[in-house]
């Protein structure tokens, strides 16, 4: 008995250890391609790469709270994956707005330079998302933050499509439907977190009264 508890306290430190390294080299990558992103967007005057520039930094500060409460109690883990879930939402309210702007002001994007930095983007972010696979079933904090990672390679996809939707139209819709799914997305994902979270804190609630 004592042999076996050991080998699962055993296992569940080094399986802590593993996702904190990957949670490490997520942060790292997103800051560098927040950096790369928004300077791209600001000078291409796309909104899907703004976009997706303050995700990766959006994502970059998940992955730094995540990795702050690892370890720590469901009920803190919980409540730190609501102020996550706030985040992303007032995230993609934030691009709705951009795009109206943009909508009224009728810009054009470079196409040729959403569709280089996008795909530099997908990687990246295809890379963080096969890493955190295997935590995406976890608490409502890995759900979080692989949702995260999901959402990003998605738009990634979107932003390479809005690209060639661009340079073949000369328009600026494709770049603005795009960065609408975006803004989508992250709400979506906050609705999924928030009721995640609400439950794993009713259900730590519910154990703390019945001791």
Known sequence: MAGNCCNSRCTDSAATGTYRRILWIALIINLLMFALEIGAGVRSGSVSLLA???DFFGDAANY?????VLGLGVATRARASLAKALTMGLFGVFILAVA???????????????GVVGTIALLANVA???MLFAYRDGDSNMRSVWLCSRNDALGNLA????A???FGTGVGWP???VATIMALL???AAVQITHHAIAELRSERQSVANK
């Open 159 to 162: 932003v390479m499509l809005a």
């Open 175 to 177: 770049d603005l439907i």
């Open 52 to 54: 997706d520039s303050l």
């Open 128 to 130: 963080v998302a096969v």
């Open 64 to 68: 730094g709270v995540s990795l702050f």
């Open 186 to 188: 992250s709400i979506s």
């Open 164 to 166: 060639l939707g661009v």
């Open 100 to 114: 109206v702007d943009n909508f009224l002001d009728a810009s054009v994007p470079h196409a040729s330079t959403m």
